[in-house]
C-alpha cells in the first residue's frame, strides 16, 4: 500500500466502494468486475480501477476482484478495522438523532458521551447515552477516550465547542453547525452543512430553468441576473 | 455574469463567501478587501479573487468589494433571491430535527411538508408541520409546490422514496440516508452522508498516527496495513 496522502474525495469513494462490496458480500457473491460494480452501482469503471489500482493489485483478469479480500482491504485503508468512540455535542433533536443514527449503529463509530449545557437536559437518557453537563468536557472526553466530537449545536455555540474540543485534544471533529471552524494543520474537520447543501441544489435549480418541466407561480420567478 | 456551468466546489464557497458577508453586513462594515476576508475567515485571498473575478468585477482596487453590492450578487447567483419549498420523508428524529434546523429558519427554504409512513406519526405535529402519509406524496408535493425534497428515511426505504420523488418531478434531493441515490440529467442529488464523512476522519486518524499526541490503549491499536 503507498503511503502518500490520498485526497478527501478519494476517500469518499472508497466509502462508496466499501458500501457497495458489502452489499454484494451479503447477496453471497465473491467476485465482481469492475464494469458490473460499476454498471450495478452506477459507478464509473476506470475511476474504480484507477482508485484500486492506487492500494494494490486486487483485480484478475476476467475474474474481478475477491469481494472480501478487497472489502477487508478497504476497511483497512480507512482504518475501520477498529474502533472509534465519538462525543456529541449538543443534545438537542440533530445531537439526538445522531445517537442512533442507524448508519452509526453497525459501523466502527461508537457514540460514548452526548454533552448539553440546558440543566433541564443534564442527567436525562437519549439512547442510553446520559446528557453530561458540557462543564465536564474535558474529563469524560479523557475517561471515555474519545476519538471524534460531533458539533451538533447552535452556529453561535460552536467556535466556542470547537475550542474545548482543541483542548481535549480530539484530532477529527463532524460539524453541523452552519458556521466556519478553522482547524490546524494536526485537526481534520468535516463539515456537514446543511444550508451549503441546500445552496448547490438552489444553484442547480436556478442554472437551468426548465420552465415546460414544472410550472412555478409568477410570483416566485427569479429575478435575471444581471 | 457568465453562464457556463460552475462547480459544486465553487458553489460550496460561494455558499461560505455569503455567510462572510453577512456577517460582515451585520457588524456595520460596508466594504472587505480579499485579503481581509481571507484573513477574517481563514479563506485563501487568491481563491477569492479568482472565484469573485468569474463573476464580474466587484473589487476596487484599494478600496476592496462592496459589501452588500456583493452580498446580494451572490445571493442571485446561488439562486436564493426566491422562495424554495422543501419536503422532508422520513419524520424520525432526523427529519424532525430538520424541520427547525436553526440554518433553515433564515434561509430561502422552507419546510411546507413532512411526510411518513408510520399510522402512529401521521397527522402528528412537528414545528407546525403537519405530518403527511407518504401515501398522499404526489398530490400534496403539488399543492405545496414543492422544489426540494429532503431523504431521513433508513437506507432501505430510500431507494423507494427516491423514485416517488422523481415520479413526482421534483428536481433537486438532499439526502441523509447512507446509500447511493442515482440521479440522471435532469435531477441533482447532494448526500451528506455521515458515514462518509466519519470514514474519512478514520482515514485521517490512521493516515497520521501521532502516538505523543494522544494515547491510544493498546487494544485499540490498529493493525498495520499490509
Known amino acids: 500500500m503507498k503511503s502518500e496522502k490520498i485526497s478527501q474525495l478519494t476517500t469518499n469513494r472508497l466509502s462508496i466502494?466499501?458500501?457497495?462490496?458489502?452489499?454484494?458480500?451479503?447477496?453471497?457473491?465473491?467476485?465482481?468486475?469492475?464494469?458490473?460494480?460499476?454498471?450495478?452501482?452506477?459507478?464509473?469503471?476506470a475511476q474504480i480501477r484507477k482508485d484500486l489500482a492506487y492500494f494494490g493489485e486486487f483485480g484478475v483478469r476476467g475474474v474481478g476482484y475477491d469481494i472480501a479480500l478487497l472489502r477487508d482491504h478497504i476497511i483497512r485503508i480507512l482504518g475501520l478495522d477498529r474502533s472509534y468512540n465519538l462525543a456529541i455535542i449538543g443534545a438537542g433533536r440533530l445531537g439526538s438523532a445522531l445517537v442512533d443514527y442507524e448508519g452509526?449503529?453497525?459501523?466502527?463509530?461508537?457514540?460514548?458521551?452526548?454533552?448539553?449545557?440546558?440543566?433541564?437536559?443534564?442527567?436525562?437518557?437519549?439512547?442510553?447515552?446520559?446528557?453530561?453537563?458540557?462543564?465536564n468536557f474535558q474529563s469524560v472526553v479523557k475517561k471515555a477516550n474519545i476519538d471524534v466530537a460531533v458539533i451538533a449545536v447552535p452556529a453561535n455555540a460552536a467556535p466556542d465547542v470547537f475550542e474545548k474540543i482543541k483542548k481535549a485534544g480530539i484530532r477529527a471533529v463532524l460539524n453541523f453547525a452552519p458556521v466556519r471552524l478553522n482547524a490546524d494543520d494536526e485537526m481534520r474537520v468535516r463539515s456537514l452543512d446543511v444550508n451549503s447543501g441546500l445552496e448547490s441544489l438552489s444553484?442547480?435549480?436556478?442554472?437551468?430553468?426548465?420552465p415546460g418541466d414544472k410550472p412555478k407561480p409568477a410570483g416566485k420567478a427569479r429575478k435575471s441576473a444581471q
Open 203 to 210: 444553484y442547480f435549480l436556478t442554472e437551468r430553468p426548465q
Open 17 to 45: 466502494y466499501l458500501r457497495c462490496l458489502k452489499e454484494l458480500a451479503s447477496e453471497g457473491l465473491t467476485s465482481v468486475s469492475s464494469d458490473s460494480l460499476a454498471d450495478r452501482f452506477h459507478l464509473n469503471s
Open 104 to 135: 452509526l449503529l453497525r459501523s466502527s463509530f461508537h457514540v460514548k458521551a452526548l454533552f448539553d449545557v440546558d440543566p433541564k437536559k443534564i442527567g436525562k437518557k437519549v439512547g442510553g447515552i446520559t446528557i453530561t453537563d458540557l462543564k
